[in-house]
């Protein structure tokens, strides 16, 4: 896979638009840190790493990350959109000045910088930029 942190949103994407309770994907660091944020923020109910065993015989158990989605008291989404902004291809980078708001501050920017995963916000009173990760809103 090229993209994990595009198939984490997809994932994500698709799940909240089937109105399922949880996804589950592979964890890393990066997906972690992202799922963290998107917990503060408000946009998931939590996240829990949970150890999975392998389909082959002999191997180690791998590591799966169950995001838990929230959904609104009528069963409204709470996310709306999820986009990836920095991909493989063409990455995105910002400085502090220069960290975009997303639907006019409704919603959240994702970067990630030299002092770790944060939000766009978070960047701008921080004083620093770094690489767009994806928009949530």
């Not at 960047?123 to 928009?135: D, H, P, Q, S």
Request: proline share 6%.
């Amino acid at each position: 896979m090229t993209d994990p942190i595009a198939d984490m949103l997809t994932r994500i994407r698709n799940a909240v638009h089937a109105r399922h309770a949880r996804v589950e994907l592979p964890a890393s660091t990066l997906k972690t840190e992202i799922a963290k944020i998107l917990q503060d923020e408000g946009y998931i109910a939590g996240y829990k790493l949970v150890e999975t065993p392998s389909e082959r015989p002999g191997k180690a158990p791998r590591q799966v990350m169950r995001v838990f989605l929230k959904y609104g008291p009528g069963g409204e989404r709470v996310i709306s959109g999820l986009e990836r902004v920095s991909r493989p291809g063409r990455r995105v980078y910002t400085g502090h000045d220069g960290v975009p708001s997303v639907l006019g501050g409704l919603g959240v920017s994702i970067l990630t910088t030299s002092r770790g995963v944060m939000t766009g916000r978070a960047a701008r009173n921080a004083g620093v930029g770094g690489e767009i990760l994806c928009n949530v809103w």
